[in-house]
Protein backbone atom coordinates (compact mmCIF):
# COMPACT_ATOMS: atom_id res chain seq x y z
CA UNK A 1 0.00 0.00 0.00
CA UNK A 2 1.09 3.51 -1.16
CA UNK A 3 2.18 5.20 2.49
CA UNK A 4 1.67 8.62 0.64
CA UNK A 5 -1.58 9.93 -0.66
CA UNK A 6 -2.58 12.18 -3.32
CA UNK A 7 -5.52 14.32 -3.96
CA UNK A 8 -6.12 12.34 -6.96
CA UNK A 9 -5.83 8.87 -5.28
CA UNK A 10 -8.25 10.07 -2.47
CA UNK A 11 -10.88 10.92 -5.05
CA UNK A 12 -10.75 8.30 -7.25
CA UNK A 13 -10.72 5.54 -3.58
CA UNK A 14 -13.82 7.82 -2.74
CA UNK A 15 -15.33 6.82 -6.07
CA UNK A 16 -14.86 3.25 -5.72
CA UNK A 17 -15.92 2.43 -1.85
CA UNK A 18 -19.04 4.64 -2.68
CA UNK A 19 -22.36 2.73 -3.09
CA UNK A 20 -23.89 5.34 -4.04
CA UNK A 21 -22.96 5.27 -7.62
CA UNK A 22 -23.85 2.34 -9.84
CA UNK A 23 -21.17 0.08 -10.56
CA UNK A 24 -22.11 0.87 -14.38
CA UNK A 25 -21.30 4.59 -14.17
CA UNK A 26 -18.28 3.86 -11.57
CA UNK A 27 -15.62 2.87 -14.36
CA UNK A 28 -16.80 6.00 -16.31
CA UNK A 29 -16.55 8.45 -13.51
CA UNK A 30 -13.50 7.27 -12.59
CA UNK A 31 -11.67 7.90 -16.32
CA UNK A 32 -13.18 10.95 -16.08
CA UNK A 33 -11.23 12.13 -12.99
CA UNK A 34 -8.25 10.29 -14.68
CA UNK A 35 -8.47 12.43 -17.61
CA UNK A 36 -9.19 15.27 -16.03
CA UNK A 37 -5.88 15.06 -13.65
CA UNK A 38 -3.98 13.95 -16.97
CA UNK A 39 -4.99 17.67 -18.55
CA UNK A 40 -2.83 19.42 -16.02
CA UNK A 41 0.63 19.22 -16.66
CA UNK A 42 1.91 21.38 -13.89
CA UNK A 43 4.27 20.08 -10.83
CA UNK A 44 1.61 21.36 -8.51
CA UNK A 45 -1.33 19.56 -9.91
CA UNK A 46 0.42 16.36 -8.10
CA UNK A 47 0.23 17.36 -4.51
CA UNK A 48 1.43 14.24 -2.26
CA UNK A 49 1.20 13.98 1.13
CA UNK A 50 3.75 12.69 2.70
CA UNK A 51 5.48 11.74 6.49
CA UNK A 52 7.27 15.02 7.52
CA UNK A 53 9.92 12.91 8.89
CA UNK A 54 10.53 11.18 5.36
CA UNK A 55 11.79 14.87 4.53
CA UNK A 56 15.58 15.69 4.85
CA UNK A 57 17.25 19.54 4.45
CA UNK A 58 19.49 19.60 1.41
CA UNK A 59 23.22 20.74 2.09
CA UNK A 60 23.22 23.86 -0.16
CA UNK A 61 20.21 25.72 0.90
CA UNK A 62 22.00 29.93 1.57
CA UNK A 63 18.87 31.59 2.06
CA UNK A 64 18.64 32.78 5.84
CA UNK A 65 15.84 33.85 7.02
CA UNK A 66 15.42 36.63 10.06
CA UNK A 67 13.41 35.63 13.70
CA UNK A 68 10.60 38.14 12.93
CA UNK A 69 10.22 37.08 9.72
CA UNK A 70 9.82 33.27 10.90
CA UNK A 71 7.36 34.23 13.78
CA UNK A 72 5.47 35.85 10.95
CA UNK A 73 5.50 32.62 8.30
CA UNK A 74 5.01 30.43 11.74
CA UNK A 75 1.50 32.92 12.73
CA UNK A 76 0.38 32.60 8.99
CA UNK A 77 0.43 28.79 8.67
CA UNK A 78 -1.13 28.57 12.26
CA UNK A 79 -3.64 31.10 11.35
CA UNK A 80 -4.62 30.70 7.64
CA UNK A 81 -2.96 26.89 7.13
CA UNK A 82 -0.58 25.28 4.40
CA UNK A 83 -0.89 27.20 1.80
CA UNK A 84 1.86 26.00 -0.36
CA UNK A 85 3.37 23.06 -0.46
CA UNK A 86 7.15 21.62 -0.39
CA UNK A 87 9.27 21.04 -3.05
CA UNK A 88 11.32 17.71 -3.06
CA UNK A 89 13.26 15.67 -4.91
CA UNK A 90 12.22 11.98 -6.39
CA UNK A 91 12.42 9.63 -3.55
CA UNK A 92 15.57 8.19 -2.52
CA UNK A 93 16.72 5.07 -0.03
CA UNK A 94 16.92 8.06 2.63
CA UNK A 95 13.55 9.63 1.91
CA UNK A 96 13.18 13.23 0.24
CA UNK A 97 15.29 15.89 -0.20
CA UNK A 98 14.02 19.80 0.31
CA UNK A 99 14.37 21.77 -3.12
CA UNK A 100 11.85 24.60 -1.71
CA UNK A 101 10.25 25.64 1.87
CA UNK A 102 13.22 24.54 4.53
CA UNK A 103 11.90 27.26 6.52
CA UNK A 104 7.95 26.18 6.35
CA UNK A 105 9.55 22.41 6.75
CA UNK A 106 11.22 23.37 9.87
CA UNK A 107 8.47 25.48 11.99
CA UNK A 108 6.01 22.69 10.87
CA UNK A 109 8.48 20.38 12.80
CA UNK A 110 9.10 22.40 15.95
CA UNK A 111 5.28 23.33 16.13
CA UNK A 112 3.09 20.59 17.90
CA UNK A 113 0.11 22.22 16.74
CA UNK A 114 1.00 22.80 13.22
CA UNK A 115 2.41 18.71 13.78
CA UNK A 116 -0.47 17.38 14.95
CA UNK A 117 -3.29 19.31 13.00
CA UNK A 118 -1.74 17.95 9.86
CA UNK A 119 -1.26 14.52 11.15
CA UNK A 120 2.33 14.99 10.74
CA UNK A 121 2.18 14.79 6.99
CA UNK A 122 2.98 17.78 4.68
CA UNK A 123 1.97 18.67 1.41
CA UNK A 124 4.89 18.30 -1.47
CA UNK A 125 4.95 18.46 -5.41
CA UNK A 126 7.74 16.06 -5.90
CA UNK A 127 10.16 16.90 -9.29
CA UNK A 128 11.82 14.36 -10.99
CA UNK A 129 15.07 15.82 -12.00
CA UNK A 130 18.84 14.81 -11.39
CA UNK A 131 20.65 16.18 -8.10
CA UNK A 132 22.15 19.09 -9.66
CA UNK A 133 19.48 20.54 -11.52
CA UNK A 134 18.13 20.20 -7.70
CA UNK A 135 20.44 22.61 -6.84
CA UNK A 136 19.26 25.03 -9.73
CA UNK A 137 15.54 24.83 -8.60
CA UNK A 138 16.65 25.76 -5.03
CA UNK A 139 18.36 28.23 -5.78
CA UNK A 140 15.88 29.92 -8.40
CA UNK A 141 12.89 29.54 -6.05
CA UNK A 142 15.07 31.30 -2.96
CA UNK A 143 17.01 34.41 -5.05
CA UNK A 144 14.02 36.73 -5.63
CA UNK A 145 12.48 36.07 -1.61
CA UNK A 146 15.64 36.23 0.83
CA UNK A 147 19.04 37.17 1.40
CA UNK A 148 21.92 34.78 0.16
CA UNK A 149 24.68 34.08 2.28
CA UNK A 150 28.41 34.65 0.29
CA UNK A 151 29.55 31.97 1.52
CA UNK A 152 26.68 29.07 1.06
CA UNK A 153 25.97 30.62 -2.94
CA UNK A 154 29.45 30.35 -3.57
CA UNK A 155 29.47 26.78 -2.62
CA UNK A 156 26.26 26.42 -4.66
CA UNK A 157 28.67 27.65 -7.84
CA UNK A 158 31.66 25.33 -6.65
CA UNK A 159 29.21 22.47 -7.00
CA UNK A 160 27.76 23.31 -10.49
CA UNK A 161 31.16 23.94 -11.88
CA UNK A 162 32.32 20.86 -10.28
CA UNK A 163 29.08 19.32 -11.99
CA UNK A 164 30.72 20.71 -15.26
CA UNK A 165 28.35 23.22 -16.27
CA UNK A 166 30.78 26.29 -17.42
CA UNK A 167 30.19 30.15 -16.12
CA UNK A 168 28.09 30.93 -18.68
CA UNK A 169 25.66 27.86 -17.82
CA UNK A 170 25.52 28.97 -14.34
CA UNK A 171 24.82 32.87 -14.62
CA UNK A 172 21.85 31.28 -17.56
CA UNK A 173 20.86 28.60 -14.96
CA UNK A 174 20.93 31.12 -11.67
CA UNK A 175 19.90 34.43 -13.27
CA UNK A 176 23.07 35.57 -12.55
CA UNK A 177 25.20 38.19 -14.22
CA UNK A 178 29.12 37.58 -15.07
CA UNK A 179 30.58 39.56 -12.10
CA UNK A 180 28.60 37.99 -9.90
CA UNK A 181 29.66 34.11 -10.88
CA UNK A 182 33.31 35.88 -10.60
CA UNK A 183 33.15 37.49 -7.23
CA UNK A 184 31.54 34.05 -6.20
CA UNK A 185 34.51 32.24 -7.45
CA UNK A 186 36.84 34.82 -6.23
CA UNK A 187 35.65 33.71 -2.95
CA UNK A 188 35.97 29.85 -3.61
CA UNK A 189 39.74 30.91 -4.74
CA UNK A 190 41.52 31.71 -7.53
CA UNK A 191 42.90 28.35 -8.23
CA UNK A 192 38.96 27.39 -10.08
CA UNK A 193 38.44 31.16 -11.07
CA UNK A 194 38.90 30.28 -14.81
CA UNK A 195 38.47 26.85 -14.91
CA UNK A 196 35.77 26.99 -17.90
CA UNK A 197 38.68 28.44 -20.15
CA UNK A 198 36.09 28.91 -23.38
CA UNK A 199 33.47 31.29 -21.53
CA UNK A 200 36.94 32.98 -19.45
CA UNK A 201 38.19 34.45 -22.53
CA UNK A 202 34.83 36.72 -23.17
CA UNK A 203 35.83 38.25 -20.17
CA UNK A 204 36.51 41.97 -19.84
CA UNK A 205 40.27 43.01 -19.00
CA UNK A 206 38.83 44.22 -15.84
CA UNK A 207 38.72 40.18 -14.85
CA UNK A 208 41.82 39.56 -16.36
CA UNK A 209 43.73 41.99 -14.21
CA UNK A 210 41.72 40.40 -11.21
CA UNK A 211 43.04 36.93 -12.38
CA UNK A 212 46.61 38.03 -12.57
CA UNK A 213 46.97 40.20 -9.14
Same mark, same amino acid.
Given at each position: ? +?? +????????????????????????? %??????????????????????????????????????????? &?? %???????????????????????????????????? #??????????? #?????? &???????????????? #??????????????????????????????????????????????? %??? %?????????????????????
Amino acid at each position: M +NK +NKSIEQDILKLLRKTRAIPEAKKEG %LIDDVLEMFRGYKEPVSKVVWVPIKAISPNSYNPNKMAAPEKR &LL %LRSMLDHGITLPLVVSAEKEQGYILIDGYHRWTLIK #RSKELKDRLNR #RVPVVI &LEIPDYEGIIATIRHN #RARGRHQIAEISEVVKILSDEGLTSANIMEALGMDADEVLRLKQFKG %LGE %LFKDEDYSLSWNADAIENKKG
